[in-house]
């Protein structure tokens, strides 16, 4: 369903076990940007209606998945450390050139989207079955659905405004590129590293 390239490493679970204070503070981070991301599209794209209102909704529910993280840390007596680059996200995103139509611009930010939920969708789900922690496999599987949903309504609104073949055939070559980009990954306790 996700259409990824490349899955990730079933070992990467073995270094999350050995890092869990890490890799949630790594997804309470992911689970800020995604409410930053959210409202930089409204800020960027006002006169999308339809994707101004779900973004308002995409909000509400990326920062109450910071707070269920953020809680998942001071439940185990920690504090949120600080937050580190993406080398994922940054690599990610070097893919399409700067600049072009607003459309062109919106497409290729929706696409990015797309990605990261796709690629965390596909890591709760992994985190879901091989955790021996059966309460954060629990956790992970909750919120492996809302990522499943948010990569269906990003690629849903990229195919909507542009041109849905050239769209496709943006995502394919997107996915291509995570793909590589990914074969130097899932070394570490971080959601997409």
């Known amino acids: 369903m996700l259409g990824l390239k490349l899955p990730t490493d079933p070992r990467w679970v073995n270094i999350v076990e050995k890092n869990v204070e890490d890799i949630l503070t790594d997804h309470a981070y992911c689970e800020q940007k995604a409410t930053s991301t959210a409202i930089s599209l409204i800020v960027s794209f006002p006169e999308y209606t339809a994707l101004v209102q779900e973004m308002v909704a995409l909000v509400k529910e990326e920062i109450s998945h910071f707070k269920m993280v953020h809680d998942k840390i001071l439940e185990n007596g920690w504090v949120l450390g600080r937050d580190r680059k993406d080398a994922y996200v940054l690599k990610l995103i070097t893919f399409f050139p700067k600049g072009g139509s607003r459309t062109t611009q919106l497409v290729h930010r929706l696409l990015y989207a797309a990605l990261i939920e796709a ?25 492996m659905v809302s990522e499943a949903n948010h990569y269906t309504m990003f ?15 943006k995502w394919q070559d997107l996915l ?8 130097d990954l899932s070394k570490s306790e ?4």
């Open 176 to 183: 291509e590129f995570e793909a590589e980009i990914m074969k």
């Open 119 to 143: 690629r965390s969708c596909e890591r709760f789900r992994l985190l879901s079955e091989e955790l021996e922690d059966k309460e954060l496999a629990e956790f992970y599987r909750k919120l």
């Open 155 to 169: 690629l849903g609104f990229a195919r909507e405004y542009g041109d849905r073949n050239e769209v496709d055939r």
């Open 190 to 193: 971080t959601i997409h590293g």
